[in-house]
């Protein structure tokens, strides 16, 4: 009996070592070849921008910095909550605008009520999952190319307007064998996770590797335990988000 309770004990102390998400994300970024960091100051604001990921249930009548409805139930609020509580002093205010479904042509759409006219000095854009997914799903017909260019028109007009803005580029990511996520998504959609990398780098951007993050964390648990669909995160995908976003924003 001695022997199985300790085997029981030793099992679970082994799982929650492997889960734990220090020890993953210290180990994504130890095999970055060169992280940017931001650092915070006094009156920050900071606007996350992005897709149904980014929004997770916010409220859209509402645009209040540092507000629950405001900042949704996803990986935003719980970096949000982070960014507060270390950061008294900074007296930060904190924007969501995420838009569940959309592609960076859509961003652009609604650029100038939902970011420029925010006046972010930190902006995150988390895009690109639904740009290769809705050709698959919704019969969209944008490319690769496509989504190149009008990222880079986006990030043009966005520092034409605030040239001092600090900019953090999101990996779009995808656990395969989860749900929606299949052989039909590569090796296409890598090309999408390429593109946002390259173009962190031409922008002198930070980079956030969500993929490499997802990745490392499947070695500890299956891809379901980490997202709902192989594309929007669970709970412990969201925590999995904001401190990987946490590394790069301090």
Not at 94 to 105: D, E, F, P
Not at 132 to 153: K, V
């Amino acid at each position: 009996m001695t022997t199985r309770r300790n085997f029981i004990k030793n099992t679970a102390i082994g799982t929650v070592a492997t889960l734990a998400l220090p020890q993953i994300v210290t180990s994504v970024y130890a095999e970055e070849k060169s992280i940017k960091k931001i650092h915070l100051e006094k009156n920050d604001i900071i606007l996350f921008q992005g897709d149904s990921i980014t929004d997770w249930g916010r409220d859209h009548n509402k645009s209040f910095p540092n507000d629950t409805g405001s900042l949704g139930t996803g990986y935003v609020l719980l970096a949000a909550g982070q960014l507060l509580i270390q950061n008294p002093e900074k007296a930060l205010q904190i924007y969501n605008k995420g838009i569940s479904g959309n592609k960076v042509y859509q961003l652009a759409e609604r650029w100038e009520a939902d970011a420029l006219a925010i006046k972010p000095n930190i902006l995150s854009i988390h895009i690109g999952v639904n740009d290769f997914w809705h050709t698959l799903t919704n019969g969209y017909t944008g490319t690769i190319e496509t989504y190149i260019t009008d990222y880079h028109a986006l990030i043009n007009r966005t520092k034409k307007t605030l040239p001092d803005v600090k900019l953090v580029i999101c990996e779009p990511f995808a656990v395969k064998g989860v749900k929606a996520v299949d052989d039909k998504w590569y090796p296409t959609f890598d090309l999408f996770r390429k593109a946002a990398r390259d173009i962190a780098a031409e922008y002198k951007a930070a980079f956030v590797p969500y993929q490499s993050a997802f990745d490392k964390a499947v070695e500890s648990a299956p891809g379901n335990y980490w997202t709902i669909d192989g594309v929007h995160p669970s709970i412990a995908g969201e925590a999995l988000m904001a401190k990987t976003w946490m590394e790069v924003v301090n």
